[in-house]
Nanobody
Framework: QVQLVESGGGLVQAGGSLRLSCAASGRTFSMYAVAWFRQAPGKEREFVAA????????RYADSVKGRFTISRDNAKKTVYLQMNSLKPEDTAVYYC??????????????????WGQGTQVTVSS
């Protein structure tokens, strides 16, 4: 079983930065893919960024390319989402997700079987 716990959300002004963390536990993650998704009020959940835990492929949604960076710390079993130049439209609950690379169709499509509880990010204009 895999447990994911997000942290780092909060309120920030437009143009500011936040770093989200996703602490993973429960197993070895060398053959896992990890991803960030977000869901704004009244909207469907959407893909933000993903990467293989081994450090290979990385994918970003077009809306965050050049502003967000996904990274991981193997020793801490933690995945990060560095968010810069934040915009009001980035406001959403951000979720961390993970699953075996052998189970997902792609980094952006998943499907991911393990999810965190989410962390709220609010960007004020």
């Amino acid at each position: 079983q895999v447990q994911l716990v997000e942290s780092g959300g909060g309120l920030v002004q437009a143009g500011g930065s936040l770093r989200l963390s996703c602490a993973a536990s429960g197993r070895t993650f060398s053959m896992y893919a990890v991803a960030w998704f977000r869901q704004a009020p009244g909207k469907e959940r959407e893909f933000v960024a993903a990467k293989n835990w081994s450090g290979g492929n990385t994918r970003y949604a077009d809306s965050v390319k050049g502003r967000f960076t996904i990274s991981r710390d193997n020793a801490k079993k933690t995945v990060y989402l560095q968010m810069n130049s934040l915009k009001p439209e980035d406001t959403a609950v951000y979720y961390c997700a993970a699953d075996s690379v052998y189970k997902i169709t792609s980094l952006s499509l998943g499907p991911f079987g393990f999810w965190g509880q989410g962390t709220q990010v609010t960007v004020s204009s």
